[in-house]
């Protein structure tokens, strides 16, 4: 991750500059926009901390922001987003004025306080400051601004030969406006507007020059508005106003949406920070709501994401799902791509916009290299059925999903062996296509790399979900014969597999077939996956399982991506030792499935305390994967996005794992097979569980040797199996 970016296989890699985790960086995202700033609500200048920036639509728009009191910075009292992430609140104090000299205001006389949400396109701000001294005070307040409207690829570590145009400054009383036509002919221009109008306005700065009586407040309102080629300039409402209508949006965004309470107070803010980071991430598209993977790094469609995320959030917002499947059919592959590694019927990777995905400075502005995306999109379409017995959204996407399977039977099997394969086609694509996209992340026991195509065990599994998947959903729209294909090519599978794949001395299956069909004969958590899609042979599942837990692979926070005996193995790589939370919620549900249930209480019980040293109970993409310490907590991976849609999700999939919980819509019916809970949990309170037309609430109690479960409430017709 920290090699130079113009290595040709890490060209589009993060450089890891600094870390994002150590910084205390405040994160925001609302839409198409997002910000990172640090804990006093500035952005510093690049090359000190890179990521921080006001971005939009694939650039960044504010690359500085800077609050002092004469001149000098203030200290910090209190940084926070609030629990519904939208307000980062910033409480702050004036130092002794002026420094080293005679003192005119003593510090702590003046109290700062800044607020900070998104909206439309745009930073709204509000600065009040007030005098708590038993005199009046003169003081001047500045805030200092740049724009360079980097592409968010150059601020990633992606060099560029050339760039736009900068545009000389537009200034009046009252605002600013900063302005870059790029190579690819869109203007780009940030409007920074405040009111009151300031005593200064300069290209790179304003000043106020406050009277502040004993006791007084002044207020100063600043909005940072993004704006994109020959879009109208932004009038921005109050900054009341504006927030209301934020606040409206995110009602509307949970109002259907279940509930989840504890007897617990951390693990509510666990599962209170987990929805509210999911809620920041979705965005509205003309196809539905779709979750962006993460910020800063990955703020934009992907598809491998989106639908892990939608399948983990089900039981809580289906209605995310039916976003995420009608999206991804909307920009399916209908032709040949080699460029885009695209092919009919296979289902995105990643969209990009901005200055350089325009120009095709990076293959991603709608590129298909992944391997798996195609039959997850078969598989959440499945599972979305099961759930909301929703046939009308299944008929209308048939025609994408039947194109799916045809990918897979067609495209996905390289060289006929009745795997799926992967094997870029474009040179400047991504070289591993599957979730653990690194350049070094598939190789053998001896340390060196796996050579295409290649087949990875876990995408076998993601198969065989989707033709038993795909099978069901041919009889419910009537097509028997292609259900009886489908059913005979995942048997035959199944069994190919575990004769291709298992390898007695791992007690696993194989991290990958290499080009030559050669094992790659590794400890992964590769294999862990393979009993979320259910290709695991039964009695194969405790084995694998307790590899799993094992002290070479289970961290004592997780388990790790690759086990402490490979060659391999580095607990500070990205892929190769990491933890990885959204990785961890799929094993939990495959463990799950197979009633292996002391397994996922300690996978459960791992994550949910690794978040207890979190600022705000937050559960990054990936952290570290160092054996536990005592008194200490996870090690943080510098640069993994916090938030991230599939690990903000990950609460959701441990719980639905340990409860054994399944929502089968069609026939109004709740099962619970075999519940349990953490001893940290005596009571778990589900409202609003959408079943179909009807929806129920239940609370479930810890027992001594199992889970009581009550309705509560109930609206509709409703069922409640509870098997022990």
Known sequence: MTRPAEDEEDRFQILATASLTL????????GDTFAVFDRFGDIRPWGVLGAQGLYHDGARFLSALRLR???????????????????????????????????????????????????????????????????????????????????????????RDRRGTTRPPELSDSSVILAYTGLDGLERRTRLTFDPAPEVCAPDRVLY?????????????????????DDAPVVPPSFDAAHAEAIEVLREFAVHDCTVDSSSEQFDDWICRSLADLRMMITRTPSGLYPYAGVPWFSAPFGRDAIITALAALWVSPDLARGVLRF??????????????????????????????????????????????????VVLAAAYHEHTGDGATIAELWPQIERAL????????????????????????????????????????DGSSAEGPIALCEVQGYVYAACQGGARLAELLGDEGRARILRARAER????????????????????????KRPCRVRTSNAGQCLFSGIVLPERARRLADRLLADDMFSGWGIRTVSTRERRYNPMSYHNGSIWPHDNGLIALGLSRYNLKDHVLRVMQGLFEATQHSELS???????????????????????????AWAATTPLLLLQAALGMTVEGAEGRVRFLRSALPPALERISIRNLRVGAGNVDLALHRHPEDVGIHITGRRGPVEIVGIK
């Open 493 to 516: 599978l199944r069994a190919r597999f575990d004769e291709a794949f298992w390898c007695e001395e791992l007690e696993g299956y194989a991290l990958a077939l290499d080009g030559a």
């Open 23 to 30: 910084s205390g960086a405040r994160v925001l995202k609302q």
């Open 406 to 445: 045809m990918w897979i039977e067609r495209y996905g099997d390289l060289d006929g062996d009745g795997f799926v394969e992967y094997g870029r086609k474009s040179e400047r694509g991504l070289l591993h296509q599957g979730w653990k996209d690194s350049h070094d992340a598939i190789f053998h026991a």
């Open 618 to 644: 937050r559960l990054p993409e990936l952290f570290c994967g160092f054996t536990r310490r005592h008194g200490a907590g996870p090690t943080n991976y510098p640069v993994a996005c916090s938030p991230q």
């Open 209 to 229: 020059r406050l009277h502040l009586a004993s006791m007084a407040t002044r207020e100063i309102h600043l909005t940072v508005a993004c704006e994109v080629g």
């Open 328 to 377: 991804l059919a909307a920009t399916q592959a209908d032709r040949m791509d080699p460029a885009a590694d695209a092919e009919p019927g296979k289902i995105v990777h990643e969209i990009r916009s901005g200055e350089m995905a325009a120009l095709g400075e990076i293959p991603f502005r709608r590129y298909y290299g992944s391997v798996d995306s195609t039959p997850l999109f």
């Open 69 to 159: 009191l004469e001149g000098q910075p203030l200290p910090l009292l209190s940084s926070t987003v609030g629990d519904d992430n939208i307000v980062f609140v910033v409480d702050m104090m004036n130092p002794d004025l002026p420094p080293g000299g005679e003192l005119v205001v003593h510090h702590g006389t003046l109290h700062v306080a800044r607020e900070k949400f998104l909206w439309q396109a745009a930073c709204h701000e509000r600065i009040q400051i007030t005098n708590y001294g038993p005199s009046a005070v003169e003081i001047d307040l500045e805030v200092a601004f740049a724009a360079d409207f980097a592409d968010v690829f150059e601020v990633r570590g992606t060099r």
